[in-house]
């Protein structure tokens, strides 16, 4: 049996490979499959990891790609992602597929995505000088296993299987000519495949097990090999030593990038476009105060919606012409840990990014005006929510209290529109912030069936605020 | 023509993924991790609807893989990690540079080693950017101070690895990558973009790895027509791997240098300020440089001559700039958060030009950015002593 030459890439003859080992058996057989299909050479993908296996690639004529150790499959992963027209065959070691590389084929295996991966098993990591792999028997002997291998030894298949591959299969180098037509169908296959190629290795493995020549381990394959449907009924006892060879697994699913593409026509049906918030600049510049810098600190636990609230602001300030940088912090908690969210307004370029002593402390628990109050600038502000703080005088700083969430839940029966209204009071005191910027940013970041009742607390908050302003000036 | 830039307001990492979307990224395999997990998170919505492909994989050795597949493809893809996740990046980085696959790798870093500080800030991985891969191999690392920067340096990197054919990684951190600023999106129209020279029509006579006179070879996308074969072994023009002549290899090693520093102009960025006369220049980058340009402005106030000298461009680090921009210059601080990461460059710059200069660096490693009047404490102590 010849196979059509024009398929070799010649000029990397001749192979590394020992004489008697099987991997050109197999090399072959992935040829006569592909002629079989009738593929353009253009149209494949040869991509293989490090090893004996992956010189494979090298001596087809298609487009070759030889990887690092274990990680052809996220290459291929990614080519095939971007190109799926193009037909992705793996060739890999059991070493490369099974040891180093377990992981990636554990979950393309479980994404279905449609790669063939041909595992090239010679019990052995050859290339390197015959250590043992994770599939070298159990008691064998190897470079790295001279008084035999107490590991187990990994059956590639059933990890593929159970995984999710739609496809696999396994057969030897011995069954040369049983080979294209399982690589045929594990091609064919739209999904994940595997077929496994258990492939005599004489120099690494048979020299140290007791096959004194290449045939040797030919016969053994033939000797120990059942087929699937004989296996069925024989027991586990009878099957011990035994290569259960043919099509184990065949269940086509539905394909990853096919589901993907299903994904991105239904987004783009539903015209679901999640695109950054536009701010439009120099709207409200009314009350154009010069600011050289201000800081607030607004405080208090997780949420409170205070994160929410300096977006807010800053985008109110950035209406205002002026620049605005907003941080964060909060503990590990998601919910109900202590939770900081600082903002920075000036005309200038801010350099330095962070808040060290507030201008104005929004101080939403007792706990964080315990802590920040005594960080406030002399001739500062502190507003209190007095539903949760008692304050305690600080020289040299205004502090306005309002019971902020005891008014959203009793104004409004929503506590959610405590920032809300914090926002207004703020508004109200400050004679640098507009309400219109700040009501434009509060419209614009809230959901349009929340819209309302947020116009109501926001406003209920600037009324507020320029009454406390009153109260103190009178 | 009316085209008013966009005005976003966007946290550091945000602004990373639309500087992506802009340089027309369509590819990103990612793995969740702190402090840069938005930026997946932004990129598995909106690539899907600019079609193109979005994958979370099983780890960041399998991200990096990906997009050095998706790249040879055709793609312009791009990963984004922080500290351990960059060290399993750095495997298949490393194959990135010697088989020329155009990549963008973004860090954003936070405290280590190991598990470290993963949610605080630190400048741990400027070492790691530039060595973190074994070999001798090229690499060309951006470090951007703000948002607005961050987004504009995105693009940038995309445009450099697909000139040069060269993994670029943007270096952030933690505070640059989670803090919020304004930033101005220009028209698509007025954003340059940068592709990767294709190979002329001859398919027979390809040479994958035979450079043009810049050092870069054409590439062609596999699948193209353009049948070769590729892999991380050191390999001559053809691609075929080639371990018994050191010629192939010197010359190999030495081109994916010299496609850098031939280049270095159009690959160097840096700001100055005041340096012409400086007597002393603070150098610093990322977050940090910002309460160092403050300290600066402040010490000018005061009437002292000091400078700011901030590297965008790490790696390659800017030699010639560093030396010109000093010219006046007695005294050198660095303030950094490692313990002397590029202060040991900069020794290394002077070093081999053979001038001295006092280099005092300031170091943090607890996460806390510098104040500004630390650095100023600093520049004052400078000028009395």
């Not at chain 1, 502090?399 to 929503?414: D, H, L, R, S, V």
């Not at chain 2, 191999?137 to 054919?165: D, G, K, M, Q, W």
């Not at chain 2, 006179?213 to 353009?226: S, T």
Request: glycine share 8%.
């Amino acid at each position: 049996m010849s196979i059509n030459k024009s398929y070799l890439r010649t000029s990397e003859f001749p192979s590394i490979w020992c004489p008697g080992c099987g991997h050109g058996i197999i090399t072959q057989a992935a040829i006569r499959a592909i002629e079989q299909l009738g593929w353009d050479k253009d149209e494949v993908y040869a991509v293989s990891g490090i090893g004996c296996s992956a010189r494979t690639p090298a001596y087809m004529d298609f487009n070759a790609v030889q990887t690092t150790h274990g990680r052809a499959i996220t290459f291929a992963t990614g080519m095939k992602m971007f190109r799926p027209e193009k037909k992705v065959i793996l060739f890999l070691g059991d070493g490369d597929c099974a040891s180093i590389g377990g992981n990636h084929l554990l979950h393309a295996a479980r994404r279905n995505i449609d790669l063939t991966v041909i595992v090239m098993n010679n019990y052995i990591y050859g290339m390197t000088g015959g250590q043992c792999s994770p599939t070298t028997p159990h008691e064998s002997r190897t470079s790295t296993t001279v008084f035999g291998n107490i590991d187990r030894e990994l059956d590639i298949c059933a990890v593929a299987i159970a995984a999710g591959a739609t496809f696999v299969a396994r057969s030897t180098a011995y069954h040369a000519a049983q080979l294209p037509r399982l690589i045929n169908q594990g091609i064919a296959n739209k999904g994940f495949s595997l077929i496994e190629v258990i492939s005599p290795c004489p120099t690494g493995f048979g020299a140290n097990n007791g096959y004194k020549a290449p045939a040797d381990m030919y016969d053994m394959l033939r000797d120990v090999s059942i087929s699937v449907d004989k296996a069925q009924s024989m027991s586990k006892a009878e099957l011990k030593g035994k290569i259960v060879t043919g099509i184990l697994m065949n269940e086509p699913d539905e394909e990853y990038i096919d589901k993907y593409d299903a994904m991105v026509a239904k987004i783009l049906k539903n015209g679901n476009n999640s695109e950054m918030q536009v701010i439009e600049v120099g709207p409200e510049t009314g009350k154009n105060i010069p600011i050289d810098r201000y800081e607030f600190c607004l405080s208090g636990f997780g949420g409170q919606g205070l994160i929410l609230a300096g977006i807010i602001l800053s985008e109110a300030m950035i209406r205002q012409n002026k620049n605005a940088v907003h941080n964060q912090s909060y503990g590990p908690q998601a919910r109900g840990g202590a939770s900081r969210s600082d903002v920075i307004i000036s005309d200038r370029e801010i350099n330095y990014p962070e808040v060290t002593h507030p201008d104005f402390l929004l101080a939403m628990t007792q706990d964080s005006f315990n802590k920040f109050s005594c960080s406030v600038k002399k001739g500062g502000i502190i507003l209190c929510d007095s539903t949760y703080v008692k304050p305690d005088p600080i020289e040299g700083v205004q502090c306005f209290e309002y019971p902020i969430t005891g008014c959203a839940k009793e104004t409004f029966g929503e506590v959610k529109t405590a920032n809300i209204i914090a926002l207004g009071i703020m508004t109200g005191l400050l004679d640098f912030v507009s309400q219109e910027a700040v009501e434009h940013a509060v419209m614009s970041r809230i959901p349009a069936k929340l819209k309302e009742l947020n116009q109501r607390a926001f406003n209920l908050g600037c009324v507020q605020g320029r009454q406390l302003v009153t109260r103190i000036l009178k | 023509m009316n085209r008013r830039p966009k005005v976003l307001f966007l946290q550091g990492n945000e602004a990373c993924a639309e500087g992506a979307l802009a340089a027309g990224v369509n590819f990103f395999a990612g793995y969740p991790i702190t402090p840069a997990t938005e930026i997946a998170e932004v990129l598995s919505r909106r690539i899907p609807q600019n079609g193109g492909k979005f994958i979370q994989m099983e780890d960041e050795l399998a991200c990096m893989g990906a997009v050095v597949g998706a790249s040879l493809s055709g793609a312009k893809s791009m990963t984004a990690t922080s500290g351990p996740g960059f060290t399993l990046v750095q495997e298949n980085l490393g194959y990135a540079a010697i088989s020329e696959v155009p990549c963008v790798i973004v860090a954003v870093q936070r405290g280590g080693p190991s598990t470290g500080l993963p949610t605080l800030s630190a400048q741990a991985d400027v070492m790691q950017a530039r060595w973190g891969t074994h070999g001798d191999h090229p690499v060309i690392v951006l470090c951007p101070s703000s948002v607005s920067e961050t987004f504009h340096l995105t693009i940038r990197c995309f445009n450099l690895a697909e000139a040069y054919r060269v993994p670029v990684i943007l270096l952030t951190d933690a505070i640059v990558g989670h803090m919020r600023e304004k930033v101005e999106i220009p028209d698509c129209e007025d954003i340059v973009l940068v592709n990767r020279k294709k190979p002329d029509k001859n398919v027979k006579g390809y040479l994958p790895y035979a450079p043009d006179a810049d050092g870069v070879p054409p590439m062609a996308n596999l699948g193209d027509g353009y049948r070769y074969y590729t892999s991380g072994c050191v390999h001559d023009e053809t691609g075929s791997p080639k371990m018994s002549d050191p010629t192939v290899a010197r010359n190999l090693i030495n081109r994916l240098h010299s496609k850098i520093s031939q280049n270095r102009d159009k690959i160097v960025f840096c700001e100055e300020r005041y340096t012409s006369n400086a007597k002393t220049v603070v150098i610093a980058y990322g977050s940090v440089a910002r309460p160092a340009i403050a300290a600066v402005e402040q010490a000018r106030n005061l009437g002292l001559k000091v400078g700011l000298f901030r590297p965008i461009t790490l790696w390659p680090s800017p030699d010639e700039e560093i030396l010109k921009a000093t010219e006046s210059a007695d005294t050198i601080i660095i303030p950094e958060m490692n313990l002397g990461q590029y202060a040991g460059e900069v020794a290394r710059i002077f070093g081999a030009s053979g001038k001295s200069i006092k280099i005092i660096n300031i170091n943090e490693t607890g996460s806390e950015l510098f104040t500004p009047d630390q650095i100023l404490g600093c520049i004052r102590e400078v000028y009395e002593s």
